[in-house]
């Protein structure tokens, strides 16, 4: 399987099902090339634009799956998506593998030019596809919920870092600690200069603690 790190929270699983998470893309600074994007599924933690991103363009153009929470969901079936809705604790086989939804703490208002569309609960997704346990965590804050993933003995959790918005450094080597998982991977980070942050210095204080850290540059890969 490859991970494509596209920046920000927006990563590309090429494998036996291709999954996009958080396809922020168009207006990401990061995405310096042109992708072509064949995902089987899409999952989207929250309604906000750095993540629901180009979701219904991609989902229309590829016919893919849109997993997201509940009222999120709908709103893309609205708007031309082929979906599947779930909601925080509800876990699901699909074809790949199982899914399942779990607490983020945070926001899900999709901002337009004159309103606020609020679109439920975030989340974030554990799931276990080709005998590989992931864990992104989407935007959230530190929470004690993260303790209840460790049992799952995640392979690769997906943690944000560049503080404001989520947690920082520090929150983040604490929900590693919570989690425990073989390979901590960082996001959101250094898109904008509200989150800017080192995710070196991250990776570096992980393995200080005994786990693995891969920091994938936005625009690489990781072949696992
Ligand atoms: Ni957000
Ligand atoms: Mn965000």
Redesign the pocket.
Known sequence: MEIFYLGHSAIYFKGEYNILVDPFISNNPWVKEEFDFTPDFILVS?G?G??LGDCFDIAKRSGATVIAPFELAKFCSMNGAKTHPMHIGGKFDFDFGWLKLVNAI??SGLITDSEIVYLGNPCGFLWETEDIRFYFAG?TGLTMDMKLLKPYKIDYAFLPIGGN?TMDIQDALRAAEFISPRTVIPIHFNTFDVINTSPEEFTRKIKHRGMESIYIKPGEKLNI
């Open positions: 929250h906000h750095d993540h945070h926001g935007d918005f």
